[in-house]
């Protein structure tokens, strides 16, 4: 059974969107720490934890909300489970990670042009 044409093209669009919007996301989230670097000294790190937590409190919580993103975030602030994945997210570089979905993004828009062209 093959995939609808519109479903290819659509899932290629939100392929590219995550690829190009999270390369332009990692390339200021570096460009900012070797701004930092250059002014201060200092590499400062941006853990994926700070970048959870800003990027939750600027889009979807506000305070004295409740609901899965406000216990999401208040386990940011203080967990008292899952501690071993808290430090990870803590000592993961955003960048990294911006950079990873950057790539799966790009592969997924590229199998989709791909499939596209062998119709």
């Known amino acids: 059974m093959k995939a609808p044409d519109a479903f290819i093209r659509s899932m290629s669009a939100v392929g590219a969107a995550i690829g190009y919007g999270c390369l332009v996301a990692f390339l200021y989230l570096v460009g900012v720490q070797v701004h930092s670097w250059f002014r201060d000294g200092e590499w400062t790190h941006i853990g994926l934890l700070d970048g ?4 939750l409190v600027r889009c979807c919580i506000r305070d004295g909300e409740t609901g899965r993103l406000a216990e999401f975030l208040h386990w940011l602030d203080s967990p008292a489970s899952w501690l071993g994945l808290h430090r990870l997210l803590e000592a993961l570089p955003a960048s990294l990670a911006l ?12 199998y989709c042009r791909d499939c596209r062209a062998r119709r």
């Open 99 to 110: 950079f990873a979905a950057s790539i799966a993004g790009n592969c997924l828009f590229i």
């Open 52 to 55: 959870l937590r800003s990027g």
